[in-house]
T-cell receptor, first 113, second 114 residues
Framework: DAKTTQPPSMDCAEGRAANLPCNHSTISGNEYVYWYRQIHSQGPQYIIHGLKNNETNEMASLIITEDRKSSTLILPHATLRDTAVYYCIVRASSSGSARQLTFGSGTQLTVLP | NAGVTQTPKFRVLKTGQSMTLLCAQDMNHEYMYWYRQDPGMGLRLIHYSVGEGTTAKGEVPDGYNVSRLKKQNFLLGLESAAPSQTSVYFC?????????????FGPGTRLTVT
């Protein structure tokens, strides 16, 4: 699985867009980029995933560069409830057997009032 | 939809006691998982199931047993609890092979073994 690199922490003003970067320069052609977050003392929460096209859902947008070596998760209007650790994970969609999610250290996003 | 629910939310056990953690999902997902999360250790997969009646070992299966008698339920058992099993336990589910890493988590069970 490709290694990912994320900044350890970021701040964002409430109501502004939060842009969280992730570097995955060794990503393979069949590997997807997944984003999760974990709010303190809660279970991890799936946000979005993509292969090469930009993706958007009700929670966020995912922008993947054309060379697929990096991506950005965008929370368009951050709220205080978006304060969490955000994890970028790279995985092939099918490995032949169920495999665990392995979170790195992630980015601690703090939304400021 | 309630999504993934876990029972109980908190539990304190004495060493050697047994207990069962219950996970239920109402999304008709095929795959279910049990993880533990310790401070600074990240998520570690204990056991998982790819369908009703099937179970498989994950990364840290020792000291735990599981059962998946019904598609919507996945039980995690501790037969003889040890202090090393103090942790937060998360259950998760996913649709199947094509959505393997789109996993939906429960709120967790905080277990303390004294």
């Amino acid at each position: 699985d490709a290694k990912t690199t994320q900044p350890p922490s970021m701040d964002c003003a409430e109501g502004r867009a939060a842009n969280l970067p992730c570097n995955h320069s060794t990503i393979s052609g069949n590997e997807y980029v997944y984003w999760y977050r974990q709010i303190h003392s809660q279970g991890p929460q799936y946000i979005i995933h993509g292969l090469k096209n930009n993706e958007t859902n009700e929670m966020a947008s995912l922008i993947i560069t054309e060379d697929r070596k990096s991506s950005t998760l965008i929370l368009p209007h951050a709220t205080l409830r978006d304060t969490a650790v955000y994890y970028c994970i790279v995985r092939a969609s099918s490995s032949g057997s169920a495999r665990q999610l392995t979170f790195g250290s992630g980015t601690q996003l703090t939304v400021l009032p | 939809n309630a999504g993934v629910t876990q029972t109980p939310k908190f539990r304190v056990l004495k060493t050697g006691q047994s207990m069962t953690l219950l996970c239920a999902q109402d999304m008709n997902h095929e795959y279910m998982y049990w993880y533990r999360q310790d401070p600074g250790m990240g998520l570690r997969l204990i056991h998982y199931s790819v369908g009703e009646g099937t179970t498989a070992k994950g990364e840290v299966p020792d000291g735990y047993n599981v059962s998946r008698l019904k598609k919507q339920n996945f039980l995690l058992g501790l037969e003889s609890a040890a202090p090393s099993q103090t942790s937060v336990y998360f259950c998760a589910s996913s649709r199947g092979q094509a959505r393997l890493y789109e996993q939906y988590f429960g709120p967790g069970t905080r277990l303390t073994v004294t």
